[in-house]
């Protein structure tokens, strides 16, 4: 049977459903035309039916796409807040040794400052045995 849509769509023509005025002198051009409009409806309703289909497996799909990113999200969240703890760490791992070489500037300082004023007593150096 021949696709009565395999022409452009345009030219489909569903008329409608009340009879002309005299169809009982021409009832079989009119039953053609019932016929007609019978098959192409039957293949627009196919044509929506495979359009429904896919757009189910469409909707199914983009629900699983969804999924696996909402899980790949929640993992990169998870990396984010490892890395905003590791460089927390690192901020105070770096800030307690710049206190370490402060204290150890001003020591060095306050040993400079004692051997200029003379108050420090250097051993005598004895050879190692």
């Given at each position: 049977?021949?696709?009565?849509?395999?022409?452009?769509?345009?030219?489909?023509?569903?008329?409608?459903?009340?009879?002309?005025?005299?169809?009982?002198?021409?009832?079989?051009?009119?039953?053609?035309?019932?016929?007609?409009?019978?098959?192409?409806?039957?293949?627009?309703?196919?044509?929506?039916?495979?359009?429904?289909?896919?757009q189910?497996?469409?909707?199914?799909?983009?629900?699983?796409?969804?999924?696996?990113?909402?899980?790949?999200?929640?993992?990169?969240?998870?990396?984010?807040?490892?890395?905003?703890?590791?460089?927390?760490?690192?901020?105070?791992?770096?800030?307690?040794?710049?206190?370490?070489?402060?204290?150890?500037?001003?020591?060095?300082?306050?040993i400079?400052?004692?051997?200029?004023?003379?108050?420090?007593?250097?051993?005598?150096?004895?050879?190692?045995?």
């Amino acid at each position: 049977m021949p696709n009565p849509l395999a022409h452009h769509p345009s030219m489909l023509i569903i008329r409608p459903d009340s009879l002309p005025r005299l169809w009982w002198l021409f009832p079989w051009s009119i039953a053609r035309q019932l016929h007609k409009n019978a098959v192409a409806l039957k293949a627009m309703s196919d044509r929506l039916d495979n359009a429904l289909t896919m757009q189910a497996h469409i909707i199914v799909d983009q629900s699983e796409e969804i999924a696996n990113l909402r899980t790949e999200a929640e993992r990169l969240a998870g990396n984010v807040n490892y890395w905003r703890i590791e460089a927390e760490t690192d901020h105070a791992r770096w800030l307690r040794v710049l206190e370490e070489n402060d204290k150890l500037r001003k020591q060095i300082a306050d040993i400079d400052a004692a051997i200029m004023l003379g108050r420090v007593i250097t051993p005598d150096a004895h050879p190692h045995e």
